[in-house]
Every structure is written in C-alpha cells, then in structure tokens.
C-alpha cells in the first residue's frame, strides 16, 4: 500500500472516530429541568451527583436547564436536586436515572413531577 493511500484511510479512520465521539457526547444521558412559565420567581437550584454539589445556579420561570450526566457510572449512582425561592419555599428530589434523557417538571409552588401539567388543566388556588 502506498503512502497516499494510508494517509487517506487513516484521514478516514479518524473523521469516523471524530463522528462517533460527538454523536456519544450529543446523546448523552440528561436530565432536563422545565421551569413552569407562570411561575412567579426566579427559583435557586443546586445539583447534586452522588451526594456531591456539581451545579449551582438559578432558572427563570419558562427556562429549561440542561444536566449532562457521567456517561459511565456504577450500580450506586444517584442524582439529587434542591430547589428553593428565598427561605419560605424549598423543595428536593432524588432518582437513579437510566441511560436517556429524564425530563423534570418544577411548577409554581416548586413541586417536582416527571409529567408535564396538562394542557388545559386549572391549577388550584
């Protein structure tokens, strides 16, 4: 084989490895946080991974935060989220999440669900 020819193989090789890795980085497992639209304040957030703070930050009402999660993890890996709006609301959740994407609801009172609210539904006053 000649040496043109190895150059173009490997220049190859390396475009498809290069493809590979950003499609695993794309699709790596998540977790989305979806910030009820109607909510009234901004609230604080902090993530957890593992009992370890990885994130900290605030969300505004309507915004959706990205969690990227560690690709490779053992049988004990576990996820964590507090949330709080000054010191008269706070709320946490914790989960085991799989290997896809887990999307996070908060409403208004900083409720946590893995469902959206309906469209249509009336939230009681």
Same mark, same amino acid.
């Given at each position: ?24 980085? @794309?699709?790596? *497992? ?5 910030? %009820?639209?109607?909510? +009234? $304040? ?6 957890? =991974? ?14 959706? @935060?990205?969690? *990227? ?5 053992? %049988?004990?890996?576990? +996820? $964590? ?6 010191? =008269? ?37």
């Amino acid at each position: 084989m000649d040496k043109a020819r190895k150059q173009r193989l490997l220049g190859i090789l390396a475009l498809v490895l290069l493809f590979g890795l950003y499609v695993a980085w @794309r699709e790596r *497992p998540q977790i989305l946080v979806h910030y %009820d639209a109607q909510a +009234v $304040g901004v609230a604080s957030y902090s993530f957890m =991974e593992n009992g370890e703070e990885r994130l900290s930050g605030d969300i505004q009402p309507g915004e959706v @935060r990205r969690f *990227p999660l560690r690709p490779w993890r053992g %049988d004990n890996y576990q +996820v $964590g989220f507090r949330f709080h709006q000054g010191s =008269e609301k706070y709320t946490s959740f914790s989960a085991r999440p799989g290997y896809s994407r887990l999307d996070l609801y908060l409403g208004r009172d900083l409720e946590v669900s893995t469902q959206p609210l309906p469209a249509g539904m009336i939230r009681e006053q």
